[in-house]
């Protein structure tokens, strides 16, 4: 009897009007409309894609082959994969139109353990996923601040490579160079001859505190920022399709696909987490004004405009750099300095950073509404989703994950933090595929202002491709893989140490 009361509260769902009411009281400030949300999105989504992921899934790593000018197809598979569970997002978002995500929806549909280990892949998604974005960012930033170098101070210029790297990323570069750790970072001494390294990425830092403030003050606010950072983003790209497009050399496609499929599948992979911005656009459902009408318009929206820039981006890149030439750091500005116009290769590196940094704005948002959404169902405590009276916002969840971000930066392997992050990604939009063909047989008469086509084939088709991609990754053995069980079972054993004996202390009226 005992069992099957536990697995009753696992099961546990909240019914969608339970969740939409809830979501009207949370006492956030509903100021967006569909040219925010649009913006936000493409903020989300555009930066990391152009500006530094296109050069690994194009020249490949360490970690896989590389797909060649065969990117393109690469794109169209990441973009199939997410179409599917983008339509199903729209689904959802305008049915229950509340902060939260995946993870909420899935509470509505699979109940209280599933909807806590979504949650807990969502945080993976975006906050560890945000730690890859602030390391690139860092990386535009020392390439930027070089441009001065016969005006600013060289100690400004030329920041020592312990000020802007993680420890993990010292270790790397001294080994690539045969140097001695203890001569390029300073140490800490402790008793029984423990050493411990310092290095610290200052401007990683320093950028995800800025923005935690601005997003403190208020999501409308950050918006704002937002809207410029994208235009000139998009003024960056733009103009980089049309002066590139004048010097491809249609030799360089050839050959096409060098690495075959496995290189196209690989590619894919990567350039998948270029995508995963589009579904933060529905953690901001209750701070939009008609999110029944504008969140599919700005998810389906956002998707089509960004596929269409990736793609031209990736046949004037390949076009324009032989496929031995691609800098995988920085492959736009790189490919401007291949042609001789070094001007506007540094033009490309400030569009690089407002890019990353509407990125880690829009993710920290992300990471922040799926807490709140969580703290409220008081799976994490309920003093932390407290709102800030002036700017009504949840600045105390908004501090916690700007700190776990900076605290994350400073030892995790960022290779690895961007494929965890695509595992979350992957994982999140086949619940919100399933979540859709549950809510069809179980809430067949509630309105829906959106509805995906040709259900339940498409559905069933996203499930598919991205369980199809996840398991090609699987089964190349990579190190993300066993990292994103590991945190499968972290998150497993938190709910089973404190969330599963929270919800049954609300229930029995302990909790005030």
């Known amino acids: 009897m005992k069992l099957q009361q536990v697995l009753n509260n696992l099961l546990k769902c909240k019914s969608p009007q339970e969740l939409i009411d809830e979501g009207s009281n949370s006492g956030l400030k509903k100021t967006l409309n569909v040219f925010d949300l649009i913006i936000l999105g493409i903020g989300a989504v555009v930066g990391t894609g152009i500006f530094t992921i296109i050069g690994s899934a194009i020249a490949g790593s360490a970690d896989g082959a590389g797909a ?131 290095a610290v990425n200052v401007p990683a830092i320093a950028i995800v505190l800025l923005l935690t403030i601005l997003l403190v003050k208020g999501v409308k606010e950050s918006t704002r920022v937002a809207t410029i950072m994208v235009g000139v983003n998009m003024f960056i790209i733009l103009s980089f399709i049309v002066v590139g497009s004048f010097y491809v050399k249609p030799e360089n496609w050839t050959p096409f696909a060098p690495n075959g499929l496995d290189g196209i599948f690989t590619g894919a992979f990567v350039i998948f987490f270029a995508y995963i911005g589009f579904d933060a656009i529905s953690t901001a459902a209750e701070e939009t004004k008609n999110p029944q009408r504008d969140l599919p318009v700005a998810i389906m929206g956002t998707l089509a405009l960004c596929t269409i820039l990736y793609i031209c981006a990736a046949l004037v890149l390949t076009g324009v750099v ?103 990604t992957f994982t999140s939009f086949i619940i919100i595929c399933i979540a859709v063909l549950i809510l069809r047989k179980t809430e067949p008469n509630r309105p829906r202002p959106f509805k995906v086509p040709f259900c339940p084939w498409f559905p069933i088709l996203g499930i598919i491709t991205c369980a199809a991609l996840m398991y090609c990754k699987f089964s190349a053995k990579a190190t993300s893989a066993l990292y994103f069980i590991v945190w499968l079972l972290i998150g497993l054993t938190i709910y089973a140490a404190y969330s599963y004996k929270e919800k049954r202390r609300e229930e029995s009226g302990d909790l005030v």
């Open 322 to 424: 032989p496929l031995n030439a691609i800098d995988t750091q920085a492959p736009l500005a790189h490919a401007m300095r291949f042609i001789g116009i070094n001007w506007y290769a540094g033009l490309i590196s400030m569009g690089a950073l407002c890019a990353l940094t509407s990125v880690l704005l829009i993710y920290q948002l992300g990471t922040t509404r799926i807490l709140f959404a969580m703290s409220r169902d008081n799976f994490l405590p309920k003093s932390l989703n407290k709102i800030h009276k002036k700017f009504q916002t949840p600045h105390i969840l908004t501090w916690i994950s700007g700190l776990i971000v900076i605290v994350c930066a400073l030892f995790m392997d960022l290779n690895i933090s961007a494929e965890l992050c695509n595992f979350g």
């Open 68 to 198: 060649g000018p065969a990117v393109v197809i690469s794109m169209i598979l990441a973009a199939v994969a997410s179409v599917f569970s983008a339509l199903s997002y729209s689904e959802i978002a305008a049915m229950i139109p509340v902060a939260g995500s995946a993870y909420t929806y899935t509470y509505a549909t699979m109940g209280e353990f599933m909807a806590w280990m979504v949650g807990w892949i969502l945080m993976l998604e975006y906050a560890i996923g945000n730690i890859t974005v602030a390391s690139a960012w860092t990386g535009y930033f020392v390439q930027f601040m070089k441009g001065f170098k016969h005006i600013l101070p060289a100690f400004i210029v030329n920041w020592p490579l312990w000020l802007r790297n993680d420890y993990r990323t010292m270790y790397e570069i001294c080994n690539k160079y045969n140097w001695n750790p203890q001569d390029v970072m300073p140490f800490i001494h402790l008793p029984f001859n423990l050493n411990i390294p310092v």
